[in-house]
């Protein structure tokens, strides 16, 4: 049977409204990042497991649940997605991107999307967090190829501002009043799993990258799709291969995530309160 994205979406959507009303903002959870979940207060979780058409998670360090609750006591209300698929596990794009597509037709209007990156620009530490305010999409697909579904949105999208610059300044200010330092770069987004090799990391820098990972761009292409206004983060978690004598590993990205967990709570507890409050506003 062909996978229907928009009734798909649309059943997730209608199972979750069962549950609980949408927040305004939804964060998506990046390996190793899933702590900031834990941190919810009054939290409603829900399993994907629960939730129509949602792919099983099958990478260490992505939980699979999804947590609604508010930022601290009293405070806005956000989604959390802890854990997310990927093109690498084979998963179709329209399978990876049908979390975002939920979250859109439960009512969701803001989405910051977050991920574990190896550093490219040799200004980014393993630690860093970095403001994404562009990508370059290296995956060989695109989860919008195929049929066009005007419901899903239109058939050839502008791209030219895919990380609300207006989202992207209220995480500047986020990390200012968290007192963490936020760089800033271009996302580079491959298919994976295997790691770049140094070749790669030589193109990719030409071409004007500065982190790279495996996640985040066609969830960013299918929400502005829709009509998201979208935001991002990586957590830079290990150098590029060929920046480093050490061989990359994914045990190494989770502990380095694991080791940015506060400087990355402070600035989501910061920034998505800002974000809820301009989505909310603009509403």
Known sequence: MRFDPYSAADDAAAALARRC???????VLGSGLGAFADR????????YGDIPHFPAVGVRGHAGRLVVGRLREG????????????????????????????LWRWGVRGLMLTNAA??????LSPGDL??????INMTGTNPLVGPADPRLGPRFPDMSAA???ELCDDLRSGAKAAGVTLREGVYTG???PSYETPAEIRMLSILGGDAVGMSTVAEVIAARHAGLRVCGVSCITNL?????????????????AGEARSDFIGLLEEGLARITRRVERSA
């Open 21 to 27: 009303e949408a927040p305004a903002v939804a964060v």
């Open 40 to 47: 919810l207060r009054d939290p409603q979780i829900i399993s």
């Open 75 to 102: 405070g806005p209300r956000v989604a959390a997605l802890a854990g997310r698929v990927h093109l690498y596990e084979g998963h179709s794009p329209a399978q990876v991107v049908h979390p975002v597509r939920t």
């Open 118 to 123: 190896g550093g490219i620009d040799p200004e």
């Open 130 to 135: 970095m403001l994404i305010v562009d990508h």
């Open 163 to 165: 990380y609300d610059p």
């Open 190 to 192: 491959l298919a994976g």
């Open 240 to 256: 590029a291969a060929g920046l480093s004598a050490e061989p990359l590993d994914h045990a190494e990205v989770e502990a380095t």
